[in-house]
T-cell receptor
Framework: KQEVTQIPAALSVPEGENLVLNCSFT??????LQWFRQDPGKGLTSLLL?????REQTSGRLNASLDKSSGRSTLYIAASQPGDSATYLC????????????FGKGTHLIIQP | NAGVTQTPKFRVLKTGQSMTLLCAQD?????MYWYRQDPGMGLRLIHY???????AKGEVPDGYNVSRLKKQNFLLGLESAAPSQTSVYFC??????????????FGPGTRLLVL
C-alpha cells in the first residue's frame, strides 16, 4: 500500500527566505505526483503536476522536483511571502488508470512578515 | 467556468438520517472522485468514477454509495449517517491522458457534522 510522508509537519520562517518542503513515498511505481495548497477552511488548489517521466516542474516562484527511484519529491519556494502561508499537500497517483490520489498529511507553513 | 462546485457547503445530521452530497463540474472531465479529510488522517479516497454510469470503490467506501448518471455530476450518498462520518468531503475531477488521470481539480468542500 502506497504511503506518503511529508516533512516537516510545520514550518515558520521570516519573509523573503527560500525554503524546501519534502515529500517521500514508499512505492516508486507512480504515474504522477501533484503538489497542492490548502488555505484554512478552503478546498485544494493545484500548484504543480509532475509526470513520472519528468524530473521537475516550475511555476513562478515554485519549483518541484521528482526522484522516482528514491521515492522523493521536493517543493522549493523562492523569496517567500506572507501570502504563501498555507498547508502544502503532496499526493501521488500510483493506482492503475483512474485510481485516486494518495495524500501526505501536509506541511503547515507560516511566513512571518 | 465555475470549475468544481459542491452542494451543500455545510450540514448537520442526526445519527441514522440520510443525505446526498452533490458535485458538479463544467470542465467536461471524464474522471470524478470523492475524498474525505479528517484531522490527523489526511485526505482519503471514498469512491471514484471513470465515466458516466460507472463507479468504483476507493480506500474508505463503507457507509457510502455513489452514482454518476450524468457526466458532469457525481453524487455521494449516506444512507444512515454515523458520527464517524463527521468530516469534510471534497469532490474532484480530472481529464485523462495515456490511460491515467491528469491534474485533479477540487471543489470547496462540504462540512458534515453527524450528532
Amino acid at each position: 500500500k502506497q504511503e506518503v510522508t511529508q516533512i516537516p509537519a510545520a514550518l515558520s520562517v521570516p519573509e523573503g527566505e527560500n525554503l524546501v518542503l519534502n515529500c517521500s513515498f514508499t512505492d516508486s511505481a507512480i504515474y504522477n505526483l501533484q503538489w497542492f495548497r490548502q488555505d484554512p477552511g478552503k478546498g485544494l488548489t493545484s500548484l504543480l503536476l509532475i509526470q513520472s517521466s519528468q524530473r521537475e516542474q516550475t511555476s513562478g516562484r515554485l519549483n518541484a522536483s521528482l526522484d522516482k527511484s528514491s521515492g522523493r519529491s521536493t517543493l522549493y519556494i523562492a523569496a517567500s511571502q506572507p501570502g504563501d502561508s498555507a498547508t502544502y499537500l503532496c499526493a501521488v497517483h500510483s493506482g492503475g488508470g483512474a485510481d485516486g490520489l494518495t495524500f501526505g498529511k501536509g506541511t503547515h507553513l507560516i511566513i512571518q512578515p | 467556468n465555475a470549475g468544481v462546485t459542491q452542494t451543500p457547503k455545510f450540514r448537520v445530521l442526526k445519527t441514522g438520517q440520510s443525505m446526498t452530497l452533490l458535485c458538479a463540474q463544467d470542465m467536461n472531465h471524464e474522471y470524478m472522485y470523492w475524498y474525505r479529510q479528517d484531522p490527523g488522517m489526511g485526505l482519503r479516497l471514498i469512491h471514484y468514477s471513470v465515466g458516466e454510469g460507472t463507479t468504483a470503490k476507493g480506500e474508505v467506501p463503507d457507509g457510502y454509495n455513489v452514482s454518476r448518471l450524468k457526466k458532469q455530476n457525481f453524487l455521494l450518498g449516506l444512507e444512515s449517517a454515523a458520527p464517524s462520518q463527521t468530516s469534510v468531503y471534497f469532490c474532484a475531477s480530472s481529464s485523462f491522458s495515456g490511460g491515467w488521470s491528469e491534474t485533479q481539480y477540487f471543489g470547496p468542500g462540504t462540512r458534515l457534522l453527524v450528532l
